[in-house]
């Protein structure tokens, strides 16, 4: 996942911030993403659904065992 952010070094307009499983994503294998109302982006993975805080940088994951009933997370 990257994220695109102003560089408040100066030297570049915009700099990219890389995310990958050492920050907390369930997969590097990404399927689908979905902006909520809240700013959170939803993200399906091949090992479950997260919800990232782009304020917070912060991967809140959720798998089947989440959950009562089985649920597909991308068609």
Do not use: C, H
């Amino acid at each position: 996942l990257n994220k695109l952010m102003p560089d408040k070094t100066g030297d570049e307009p915009f700099k990219f911030r890389f995310f990958t499983v050492k920050d907390g994503l369930p997969s590097d294998v990404l399927l689908a993403l979905q902006e909520d109302a809240n700013n959170n982006i939803w993200i399906s993975t091949e090992n479950g659904l997260t919800r990232f805080s782009p304020v917070e940088e912060r991967f809140s994951n959720f798998d089947q065992t989440d959950y009562q009933t089985n649920y597909f997370f991308a068609n």
